[in-house]
Nanobody
Framework: QVQLVESGGGLVQPGGSLRLSCAAS????????MGWYRQAPGKQRELVAS??????NYADSVKGRFSMSRDNAKNTVYLQMNSLKPEDTAVYYC????????WGQGTQVTVSP
């Protein structure tokens, strides 16, 4: 069983920055895809960013503001979020695709004055 543990969420003012981390219980090189999703209250979970074979894709709503990276030695992926907006408020989930899709427990990000 793989465990993914997110951290780094919190309350930030509009225009601020946060960096989310997702630590995996096994080597992340074994996963074909690592990704970040988010779910706002009353909305469906949506893809924020994903990384496959070294290629990173972003949702249009976060392009130019968010950046996904990884540290294989630490079995950790990151989501750097800059120029945050109130509409970025959501629970952010890390996921990893191996034989099945694994999910973390989520971390709350709230963007508010």
């Amino acid at each position: 069983q793989v465990q993914l543990v997110e951290s780094g969420g919190g309350l930030v003012q509009p225009g601020g920055s946060l960096r989310l981390s997702c630590a995996a219980s096994k080597s992340i090189v074994s996963f074909s895809t690592m990704g970040w999703y988010r779910q706002a209250p009353g909305k469906q979970r949506e893809l924020v960013a994903s990384m496959t074979s070294g290629r990173t894709n972003y949702a249009d709503s976060v392009k130019g503001r968010f950046s996904m990276s990884r540290d294989n030695a630490k079995n950790t992926v990151y989501l750097q979020m800059n120029s945050l907006k109130p509409e970025d408020t959501a629970v952010y989930y890390c996921c990893a695709r191996g034989t099945i899709l694994f999910w973390g427990q989520g971390t709350q990000v709230t963007v508010s004055p």
